[in-house]
Every structure is written in C-alpha cells, then in structure tokens.
C-alpha cells in the first residue's frame, strides 16, 4: 500500500512569489492535515480537509490556504512569500470513520520550502 | 483544549544504555496517545500508539510506552539505544474536535553516543 506522497520535495522560491504544494493520501484515507515544522516554532497545525470541505484550521494567516479534490489529493497554496515561510511542510492523512476516534495520521516525508 | 508538553529537549545518552523520553499531556476528554520519530530531512513515522486497553504500549524498534492516567503521562523508553536510534522524538495527542487533528509537543532530540 503506498504511503503519503508529497511533491515536490524541495523548493526554492523568493520572497512575494506564491508557491503551491501537493499531497497525495493513502488510498481510502479521506482526511488531509498540513503542519509548518520550524526549528523555533516545532510543529504546528495549519489546516485539514475531509471530503473536499476544510474542517478545521490553525492559527495562520489567510496567505495560506488550501483545497481538497474529489480524490481526496490535497493541495496547499502560500501567496506572497516572506523569509519565515521557510520550513518544511507536512502532509498527513488519516482514515477518519464517522464515530469512530481509532485514529492516527500517516505522515509524508515533506516539501522543504525555502524562501530567498 | 489538549496540550502536550515534552519535559526535555534534548537528551543525551551512550549507546547500550537505556533512555526515558518523557510527556505529560491535559486533556478533557478521552485521550489517544502517540509517538512519533522524525529521521533528519524525513517526515514522521509512528513508534507507537495508545487508544486503549493495557497501559503498556510495545512498538517499533524496541520502544515501548506507558500510559498513566493519574500523572497524565506517557513516557517512551528503550532498555538498550543504538546510535542508529538518534533522531527527534514527538509525543502528540489526537484532537476530533471540530474536525481531526494531531497535536504534537515541541519534540525530544535523542543523541546517542558511542
């Protein structure tokens, strides 16, 4: 069974331009998550998609922004690229069953993202 | 809300020797628990889980976890480390509120040495 895929793996970008990035789930898996990992801010939350609809978000501004297709892929857009948007960034799926809490979230290896 | 607090940032340790990684975690509802692994430039890969039953989680590599609910922890150990074993440790919560999400702690990075 293929694990998340994320592409592309690394990036470098400058500062104001936007970038967009991809995120294939597990198969069946309809939940998608994105964290932004910093060495000074550790993980943290930015948004996560289930059958199509954004369900949730964290605390970022609305540079950032996300979709989800039919598919379940996932795509996450930052406009207008600053330095501190440098980081990796993760993709995570999860098999989320309706009333079912048995959950964890299967993690691709992430696009290093690099503004200049 | 959850949290997840991890006590240490950085724990050195010989190779051979046994490592406690230690969490606490508050949370208001029922709690499943993970630890995660993060090799460099890598994302992260599940050590270990708990969702319920027995309190003593086995998982890979040797690792194992012990849920305690009266402390509101969840300790990662390993009795003998190798240095293949360095890497960052997180210890997170999953969170359905309005949604799915996991919550992770600020990591723990295990440096073994030889």
């Known amino acids: 069974k293929a694990g998340v895929t994320q592409t592309p793996r690394y990036l470098i970008k400058t500062r104001g331009q936007q970038v967009t990035l991809s995120c294939s789930p597990i198969?069946?898996?309809?939940?998608v998550s994105w964290y932004q990992q910093t060495p000074g801010q550790g993980l943290q939350f930015l948004f996560e998609y289930f059958s199509e609809t954004q369900r949730n978000k964290g605390n970022f501004p609305g540079r950032f922004s996300g979709r989800q297709f039919s598919n379940s892929r996932s795509e996450m857009n930052v406009s207008t690229l600053e330095l501190g948007d440098s980081a990796l960034y993760l993709c995570a799926s999860s098999l989320v069953v309706i009333g079912n809490r048995n959950t964890e979230a299967f993690f691709g290896q992430g696009t290093r993202l690099t503004v200049v | 809300a959850q949290s997840v607090t991890q006590l240490d940032s950085q724990v050195p340790v010989f190779e051979e020797a046994p490592v406690e990684l230690r969490c606490n975690y508050s949370s208001s509802v029922s709690v499943y628990l993970f630890w995660y692994v993060q090799y460099p430039n890598q994302g992260l890969q599940l050590l270990l889980k708990y969702l319920s039953g027995s309190t003593l989680v086995k998982g890979i590599n040797g690792f194992e976890a012990e849920f305690n609910k009266s402390q509101t922890s969840f300790h990662l150990r390993k009795p003998s480390v190798h240095i293949s074993d360095t890497a960052e440790y997180f210890c997170?919560?999953?969170?359905?509120?309005?949604?799915?999400?996991?919550?992770f702690g600020a990591g723990t990075r295990l440096f073994v040495k030889a």
């Open positions: 198969s069946g898996h309809r939940s």
């Open positions: 997170a919560v999953s969170d359905h509120a309005g949604g799915f999400k996991t919550i």
